[in-house]
């Protein structure tokens, strides 16, 4: 495995104000579907761009192939990238916007035509070609940009966010649809997305950006099954984690368990008090309120009227050694999207 | 939605023919959504020819009485130019409408020996193409630079270009002047139309800087990544998209000049032609006929009208406006 691409403790501040990349280094391997997720505004988009070269960096270097490119002008990286809006010159039809990256690098008109039919037919816009692109529909501009970016066969791809404008239908097709052609062409591609579906689906690694720092890096998996931070726990997921007050080996901190690792049974060794009971398909979720007034989600098949009590054995868990002056603060600093829990008893 | 829906513009008129249920059947028209009370989906949509209201009175009185108001004056141009001068400006009583009508005055103008006006319009349009001209040449990478300036700077910067067109022109005029005569320049049409382009530049730099803003940052940042360098990035891929605002450009330039008096009038030289206005200007004070220079205002909207019907395709750009989404 080479290195494709490589930051090098990159800086990059907005203005005199936020950082939005904080003395980052990552390495992206060679043929990696590489994912950056993120909440919105935590500057992944940022990143990327200071790939292409078309967002100047602060500090660090950003290697591609082994060389320096972080003062390259974006049209001698030889990457392609898809813009969230996908950005199709609207003064040409689909087959020029195609074709535009071949003309500017001078290849001769013959060699061109049969190029921009090969990808146009691996797409599926043959019948496209002589429209102009105000005419076709979104997920067909989606193609269109994606047939752009592969016709002049670039080595490193980067694609912000470019299923995020289709219809939910469309996008679960075009994105399997990519991770298929990426595997087929057997290049770098780096992802930015906001949708963690996105990056369970088609990442070999994701990296979680919070604060301009990658809080954690790899498969999507390790993400959800081993968290490296509370952080991380409660942003991927469909539902935050749960917590409890534990100490593991002298040690004081908090267990996280996910809904589906704890069991209700009756037996079970924790109580909590159901405040909310929501069915989704076969399953119950339960919105519990423990002793110590913390909130968690349970899953269950079985029903629970609200304000039971319902108890429940953690079968699986990971541990967060919170350092003791973080203690008494612990359950704050969590993303704004959650519901607030009312700090350790 | 399974049926065709009525038109929605209609169904007001649906609305109408039952006072009983005023707005619920209007909207189940629209949408075309089945009704469970059976009386409101039993009557058939009914439509109405549009109605010749009041208001539409009101209307179309309001725009034939402004339309009264800035065409008349140029119809008395015309009626003064084109008939013969004892039945207007020697008749106590000017009548209307033309008793008679008449080359006369125009071929005066066209065949005098003092200040001909074949020539003065030569010279006209030839300031009014270059002025139009350079300001799109010189538009074009001002414009550029400032939309890509944080938005508070340029905006102090555009209107630092006004500075000039803040200025009575006659103050500007004769410094000018004389610099033009010193370098040999003064009364060609390259003095005239550099001149003029104090005042044109600015409007044009304008009209540009917002056109170049209306264009999404990425498009340009696409054309770079996709292997352009940064001229071919704004003359290839940007300046197609504004296509209409340099063709507003152009027009306001060219007509900017082809109407200035004073900086022609400043710069004539005797020795070679003035500009039409200038010319003109001659024909009301004193050396030449006030009806001649009446007759030639008339033909001076000509070419006006002509670079406008020719400009018109450019001046819409629906086709350009989609294309990009989000």
């Known amino acids: ?345 | 939605m399974s049926s065709p829906p009525p038109n929605p513009d209609r169904s007001a008129g649906s609305a109408l023919a039952e006072p009983t249920a005023p707005s619920l059947p209007s909207e189940d028209g629209a949408t075309g959504g089945p009704t469970p009370v059976a009386g409101d989906t039993a009557t058939p949509p009914v439509y109405h020819a549009r109605r010749f209201t009041l208001s539409n009175v009101g209307l179309y009185g309001a725009i034939a009485v402004i339309s009264l108001f800035f065409l008349f004056p140029i119809y008395l141009i015309f009626l003064i130019g084109f008939t013969p001068e004892e039945y207007t400006l020697f008749s106590g009583r000017p009548p209307i409408l033309p008793p008679q009508l008449t080359w006369s005055n125009l071929q005066a103008g066209l065949s005098a020996t003092n200040a001909p006006f074949l020539p003065s319009m030569y010279l006209s349009l030839e300031v009014a193409f270059f002025v139009g001209a350079l300001a799109i040449v010189i538009g074009i990478p001002t414009a550029y630079g400032l939309s890509r300036l944080g938005s508070r700077l340029a905006y102090s910067l555009t209107t630092v270009l006004f500075v000039v067109n803040m200025l009575p022109s006659i103050t500007i005029a004769i410094p000018i002047s004389v610099q033009f005569i010193e370098v040999g320049l003064y009364g060609s049409p390259i003095s005239i139309g550099l001149t003029q382009e104090l005042l044109a530049l600015p409007v044009t730099v304008f009209l540009l800087v917002g056109a170049f803003q209306g264009l999404p940052r990425d498009l340009e940042n696409q054309a770079r990544v996709d292997g352009a360098g940064r001229l071919h990035a704004i003359y290839g891929n940007l300046v197609p998209l504004i296509r209409p605002a340099l063709a507003a450009a152009f027009l306001l330039a060219w007509m900017l000049s082809w109407d200035e008096s004073t900086f022609a009038l400043i710069l004539y030289n005797p020795a070679s032609s003035a500009t039409l206005p200038v010319n003109i200007f001659l024909a009301f004070t004193g050396r030449g006929n006030p009806v001649v220079g009446v007759a030639f205002s008339c033909i001076a909207t000509i070419p006006v009208i002509i670079l406008t019907v020719f400009l018109q395709k450019y001046l819409k750009g629906e086709d350009l406006a989609a294309g990009v989404r989000g």
């Not at chain 1, 579907?33 to 993120?38: D, M, N």
């Not at chain 1, 909440?39 to 200071?50: A, Q, V």
């Not at chain 1, 809006?85 to 040409?92: D, I, Q, S, V």
């Open chain 1, 1 to 345: 495995m080479t290195v494709k691409l490589k930051f090098d403790r990159v800086t990059k501040r907005f203005g005199k104000g936020r950082l939005v990349a904080d003395d980052i280094s990552l390495e992206v391997d060679t043929g990696e579907f590489f994912v950056i997720l993120g909440p919105s505004g935590e500057g992944k988009s940022t990143l990327l761009r200071m790939v292409a070269g078309i967002e100047p960096v602060d500090a660090g270097r950003i290697f591609i192939d082994g060389q320096d490119a972080t003062h390259l002008a974006p049209n001698r990286r030889n990457i392609a990238m898809v813009f969230q809006n996908y950005a199709l010159y609207p003064n040409m039809n689909v087959y020029k916007n195609i074709a535009f990256p071949l003309k500017m690098q001078y290849f001769p008109s013959e060699e061109i035509e049969p190029k921009v039919r090969d990808v146009a037919r691996t797409l599926g816009i043959t019948e496209i070609l002589d429209r102009r692109v105000n005419q076709i529909s979104g997920g067909q501009q989606q193609r269109v940009a994606l047939a752009r970016a592969i016709v002049r066969n670039p080595t490193l791809f980067l694609l912000d966010e470019p299923l995020s404008n289709l219809d939910a239908r469309v996008r679960f097709a075009a994105r399997a649809e990519l991770k298929k052609i990426q595997k087929d062409l057997g290049q770098t591609f780096l992802f930015v997305t906001h949708d963690q579906k996105e990056a369970e689906v088609l990442s070999d690694r994701t990296g979680v950006i919070h604060l301009g720092r990658f809080e954690q890096v790899g498969p999507f998996s390790d993400l959800y099954e081993r968290p490296a931070t509370r952080w991380i726990g409660d942003f991927v997921g469909d539902v935050p984690m749960n917590y409890m007050p534990w100490t593991e080996a002298g040690a004081g901190g908090q267990l996280g368990f996910r809904p589906e690792w704890a069991e209700v049974t009756d037996t079970g060794t924790e109580t909590a008090t159901v405040q909310v009971s929501e069915r989704v398909g076969d399953f119950s979720y339960l919105l519990c309120t423990m002793a110590n007034g913390w909130r968690i989600y349970l899953r269950t098949l079985r029903s629970f009227a609200a304000g039971s009590e319902v108890h429940f054995t953690v079968n699986r868990h990971v541990f967060f050694e919170t350092p003791p002056e973080d203690a008494a603060t612990a359950p704050s600093g969590r993303p704004e999207r959650l519901p607030p829990r009312p700090p350790a008893a």
